[in-house]
Every structure is written in structure tokens, then in C-alpha cells.
């Protein structure tokens, strides 16, 4: 019963914006590290951003590095990712991910997340 819940996909233009969410239940957020994932047509599962227990330090992948920001509420049990100027490339199926950590942010195939959301998509496209 313990998950981690994504919202917030849809389908974008170029330059525009979308804001996720990726909502924890059965658990409390604020033990754990978090980190968003990006699956991209015909493309590795691969680590976006990641944001440590308590929202100190944030990591982003040099491709959204400027146009995403990762922030939390653990009081609302939530991680969310802004992701401002979007381009095509940006587009797939997003997951949020954690571990219990102050910090973590590792490979899809390291296997060594725990919780892993259904994952939204986010489709950039005219």
C-alpha cells in the first residue's frame, strides 16, 4: 500500500509549461530521497533531477538544467518538478522515485529505488 502517485502530464507546446507532482501515500516523504525520472521514446530511463530529505540540495541533468526546478513540501507529502520552457526532447513518461536517504540520486539500473510512481506523460509538441 505504500506509493508513489505522479500527476500532472498533458500534452504542451514548445516554450510552454507544466508543473508535476509526484505524491507520496502510506509513508511519510520527508525520510527520503526523491528524484524524477525521464523515459523518452526509444531511450534509456534516466535520472532528470533529484532532491535530497529535506529540499537543501537539488541536482539537475545538464539537458533541463535552467528550465526545471525541483522543489518539496513534506508537509503536504509531495515532490514536485516546474518544468518551464519545454522543448520536444523533453517528452516521454515521467516517474518520481525515492529511497530512504538524506540524499540519493542514481542510475535506473543501479535497481536501488524502492518507491516508484506509475509515471504522467508529457508530450511536447505543435
Known amino acids: 500500500q505504500l506509493q508513489l502517485v505522479e500527476s500532472g502530464g498533458g500534452l504542451v507546446q514548445p516554450g510552454g509549461s507544466l508543473k508535476l507532482s509526484c505524491t507520496a501515500s502510506g509513508f511519510t516523504l520527508a525520510s527520503y530521497a526523491v528524484s524524477w525520472f525521464l523515459q523518452a521514446p526509444g531511450k534509456e530511463r534516466e535520472a532528470v533531477s533529484c532532491?535530497?530529505?529535506?529540499?537543501?540540495?537539488?541536482k539537475y541533468v545538464d539537458s533541463v538544467k535552467g528550465r526545471f526546478n525541483i522543489s518539496r513540501d513534506n508537509a503536504k507529502n509531495t515532490v514536485t518538478l516546474q518544468m518551464n520552457s519545454l522543448k520536444p526532447g523533453d517528452t516521454g513518461v515521467y516517474f518520481c522515485?525515492?529511497?530512504?536517504?538524506?540524499?540519493?540520486?542514481?542510475?535506473?539500473?543501479?535497481?536501488?529505488?524502492?518507491?516508484w510512481g506509475q509515471g504522467t506523460q508529457v508530450t511536447v509538441s505543435s
Open positions: 522515485a525515492s529511497r530512504e536517504a538524506y540524499y540519493f540520486c542514481s542510475g535506473y539500473k543501479s535497481g536501488a529505488y524502492v518507491q
Open positions: 532532491i535530497s530529505r529535506v529540499g537543501n540540495f537539488r
